[in-house]
């Protein structure tokens, strides 16, 4: 199949509230959006990019150019059969993950609705509802803290992701647990910490935390397993593993007890679904984590974390938790037993809101063949 046709467009769509981690604050949604369009259909997918090289090393902007210059030229010179042609036709491309994958989650939409076949059938779930659980960022005080958590665990969510950092650790983590003593919790720090802090990380085997999510740096597995073996809580890697081979790194030196597979940091779903049999293999857990995507990208991980080894509750938390309004007509809300439904509609099933999405795009391009 040839693509006919490449529009990309750069979107700002404001959170309802910031979101803060150990080392940046992110005020809005910046994605790039992909869509392609073949044979009377089109697809859509999201490169979820930060609004700063915080997280990655990409932004808006590098994922502009990246995508302009060569992703899209890339693939409308390419005859492609499969979504996973999309991931083999960019390992050329160094890095820049996101990217890359806001083109192969389109090319994965686009099959979808060309074939009838859902995204979560073509990747091989087995789930109808996956379990689900939100994550809250740094806040200013305890007191605040508090109030936050307890209207997302009134509105059903069973599980909560604290952000934690130096100064901002302990004393939330064991107020959160004093207060629900059986809430699902873990935390997460963005690379804040080294190894050196081995000792004060330990105090956190006291909580019953499901994970520790990316303690030490962000292109790290060596030192985490080390810290690993200082540790009784699993450690879970978010930053550290940007592909499957890093995967393989990080389960043959036990780096890690978990791993948040996040479709948008590896490249696409040909690369997480690769991670995720390979954790399966090594009887390692994962969950799919997520970047404060739109409709578009939640679909995906939606998708995803439908697949057999997702045991963990995602951090896919419904639509309003990040928006007031979304760019699909079909936003995901929450079911009452901490889920959110699988879509069953051909590819990602979002139903996109053509009118509103004018209004939050930025900037396009559009290349044709
Ligand atoms: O580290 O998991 C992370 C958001 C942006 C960048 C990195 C992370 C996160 C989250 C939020 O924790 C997950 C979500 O609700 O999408
Ligand atoms: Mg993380």
């Known amino acids: ?34 869509r392609l369009r073949a044979e009377g259909a089109e697809g859509w997918g999201e490169a979820p990019v930060g609004v700063g090289p915080w997280y990655n090393e990409e932004t808006q902007a590098t994922a502009w150019v990246i995508a302009r210059d ?37 090319a994965w939409d686009l099959f979808g609705r060309l074939q009838g ?22 806040q200013p005080d305890i007191a605040t803290l508090l109030r936050v958590v307890g209207a997302y665990v009134d509105a059903g969510y069973r599980r909560v992701k604290l952000k934690i950092k130096p100064g901002w650790d302990l004393e939330p983590t064991h107020a959160v647990r004093t207060t629900w003593p059986n809430l699902l919790l873990q935390v997460d720090a963005n690379s804040i910490y080294a190894l050196t802090d081995a000792e004060h990380l330990a105090r956190l085997d006291a909580y019953d935390l499901l994970l520790i999510e990316q303690p030490l740096a962000h292109d790290d597995i060596f030192d985490h397993a080390k810290l690993q073996r200082r540790l009784r809580t699993p450690i879970c890697l978010d930053e550290s593993i940007v592909s499957p081979d890093h995967a393989r790194w990080a389960l043959e030196l036990q780096a890690c007890g978990v791993i948040n597979i996040k479709p948008s940091r590896v490249g ?42 997702f045991t963990l509750p995602g951090d896919i938390s419904a639509s309003d938790r990040y928006f007031r309004r979304d760019i699909v007509r079909n936003p995901f809300v929450l ?29 396009r391009f559009v290349v044709t063949r």
């Open 1 to 34: 199949m040839r693509i006919e046709q490449i529009e990309v467009r750069r979107i700002e769509l404001p959170f309802v509230a910031p979101f803060e981690t150990s080392g940046w604050r992110e005020v809005a949604n910046h994605s790039l959006l992909v």
């Open 70 to 106: 060569h992703l899209a030229p890339m693939l409308l010179d390419a005859d492609i059969s499969r979504p996973e042609d999309v991931d083999a036709l960019y390992t050329r491309v160094r890095a820049n993950r996101m990217a890359r994958a806001g083109f192969e989650f389109a």
């Open 117 to 138: 076949q859902s995204l979560r059938s073509m990747l091989g779930g087995v789930r109808q509802q996956v379990d689900v659980g939100v994550s809250v960022g740094v």
């Open 268 to 309: 696409g779903l040909t690369a997480a679904r690769q991670i995720h049999d390979m954790a399966a293999e090594a009887g390692v857990p994962v969950w799919c984590g997520g970047m404060l995507e739109t409709g578009i990208g939640r679909a995906a991980n939606v998708a995803l974390a439908s697949l057999p080894n």
């Open 335 to 363: 079911n009452a037993d901490s889920t959110l439904t699988v879509p069953d509609a051909p590819g990602s099933g979002a139903d996109l809101d053509l009118d509103f999405l004018e209004q939050v795009t930025l900037e």
